[in-house]
């Protein structure tokens, strides 16, 4: 069993707000990702890591940021929240290596009024 | 750039029956291949994988084929059971070491 934890599970918040995405591993994993899922169910990277100080833009544009100050723990922000963030956000986590697969959080479900 | 076709988005199926889900990739180079299942609420938890020096892998009711030469991959649930249904991914891991999800497919398995 996996073990990524991501809160809160669910956030309605409104318009202009600052918003933090928790993430937290206990796997020791040094690669964490961030996706964004929308309603037509499809995974989209928005940020992911490599290790402590290490941050890279995923395939798709977002206006959040991310920091990797500690191995697990990678938060997500989004400074001034407006309703296209609406959206499922997963965070995963793997080891290093060619093969080793991705273990996923349950997400937090984003609601901008 | 890199990407992953899946097919069908959506299948339904009568309990006991077989189900199939194929995906096709772009990338030549790429040598793993995940399945994932997403229950409603739930993250996606990794059911099944391969790599790509195996052309077959099966645990229990779950197999996973793979050809290399035609790019494609494809996941079969043998004995479906009610609790089968979910959204499954499939993915490809390519040359720059991340991995591109297919758009998944919604599966029901009816009583």
């Known amino acids: 069993e996996a073990d990524i934890y991501q809160t809160p599970r669910y956030l309605v918040i409104g318009t202009g707000k600052k918003i933090t995405l928790e993430c937290s591993q206990t796997m020791g994993h040094d690669k964490m990702y961030w996706y964004q899922q929308d309603p037509g169910m499809e995974l989209h990277l928005i940020h992911y890591s490599y290790g402590v100080n290490s941050t890279e833009k995923g395939d798709l544009s977002s206006e959040s940021t991310v920091s990797r100050i500690r191995t697990e723990h990678f938060p997500l922000t989004l400074e001034s929240a407006r309703p296209s963030h609406t959206s499922q956000y997963l965070c995963?986590?793997?080891?290093?290596?060619?093969?080793?697969?991705?273990?996923f959080g349950d997400g937090t479900r984003l609601s901008i009024l | 750039g890199e990407n992953v076709e899946q097919h069908p988005s959506t299948l339904s199926v009568q309990e006991g029956d077989s189900a199939v889900i194929k995906c096709t990739y772009s990338?030549?180079?790429?040598?793993?291949f995940p399945w994932y299942k997403q229950e409603l609420g739930k993250g996606p938890q990794l059911i099944i994988d391969?790599?790509?020096?195996?052309g077959e892998k099966k645990d229990q009711r779950i197999a996973v084929t793979l050809n290399k030469t035609a790019k494609h991959f494809s996941l079969h649930i043998t004995e479906t059971q009610p609790e089968d249904s979910a959204v499954y991914f499939c993915g490809s891991k390519t040359s720059y070491d991340k991995v591109i999800f297919g758009p998944g497919t919604s599966l029901s398995v009816i009583p």
């Open positions: 391969i790599r790509s020096n195996v």
């Open positions: 990338d030549s180079a790429s040598n793993y």
């Open positions: 995963a986590s793997s080891e290093f290596g060619l093969d080793q697969p991705q273990h």
